[in-house]
T-cell receptor, first 113, second 115 residues
Framework: KAGVTQTPRYLIKTRGQQVTLSCSPI?????VSWYQQTPGQGLQFLFE???????NKGNFPGRFSGRQFSNSRSEMNVSTLELGDSALYLC????????????FGQGTRLTVV | KQEVTQIPAALSVPEGENLVLNCSFT??????LQWFRQDPGKGLTSLLL?????REQTSGRLNASLDKSSGRSTLYIAASQPGDSATYLC??????????????FGQGTILTVHP
């Protein structure tokens, strides 16, 4: 069974630009969560989508947004990029109900220059 | 607000040693606790999931225990190998409501096993 797929793996963007990251969850999983990982802050929760609805949201500015499609694939968008947005962005896939194990993708390494 | 702490922050051991990684959390109303491994620049690999009703889980040389009342979990690695070198993270979903998909992570323990 295929794992969690994130694309692209690497991105270099300029300050002020916007970027879209994609995450395809494990087949049958309805929950996709996004995390930002930086050396200083560790892993921080961005938001979670379940059945196309945002179910949980972390403490990030409105420049960070997401959506989920009917096939459970999710996209995350960051507008007006700042240097501090450089990070490894990880998505996690889970069934989303009951006691559920989270499975992570390999991440997208975003560098803002 | 849930807070997760991992001790030690880093650990360096010779091959063959048995070792224990510690994780503590402030809010004991959790559904489960999950241990992950992360290699440099890579994603997270799930190692073990312990449900709140369980005391421990085992997978190969790994054994994780959970004491909800004291807010603690330990990951025991038997007969460590150089291939075990990685960062180990524990995470808990926030308690209450539908917070299954929101994990709070510790800062991790960086493990180095040298030959």
């Amino acid at each position: 069974k295929a794992g969690v797929t994130q694309t692209p793996r690497y991105l270099i963007k300029t300050r002020g630009q916007q970027v879209t990251l994609s995450c395809s969850p494990i087949s049958g999983h309805r929950s996709v969560s996004w995390y930002q990982q930086t050396p200083g802050q560790g892993l921080q929760f961005l938001f979670e989508y379940f059945s196309e609805t945002q179910r949980n949201k972390g403490n990030f500015p409105g420049r960070f947004s997401g959506r989920q499609f009917s096939n459970s694939r999710s996209e995350m968008n960051v507008s007006t990029l700042e240097l501090g947005d450089s990070a490894l962005y990880l998505c996690a896939s889970s069934a989303g109900t009951g006691v559920t194990e989270a499975f992570f993708g390999q991440g997208t390494r975003l560098t803002v220059v | 607000k849930q807070e997760v702490t991992q001790i030690p922050a880093a650990l360096s051991v010779p091959e063959g040693e048995n070792l224990v990684l510690n994780c503590s959390f402030t809010d004991s109303a959790i559904y489960n606790l999950q241990w992950f491994r992360q290699d440099p620049g890579k994603g997270l690999t799930s190692l073990l999931l312990i449900q709140s009703s369980q005391r421990e889980q085992t997978s190969g040389r790994l054994n994780a225990s959970l004491d909800k009342s004291s807010g603690r979990s330990t990951l025991y690695i038997a007969a460590s190998q150089p291939g075990d070198s990685a960062t180990y993270l524990c995470a808990v979903p926030n308690a209450g409501g539908t917070s299954y998909g929101k994990l709070t992570f510790g800062q991790g323990t960086i493990l180095t096993v040298h030959p």
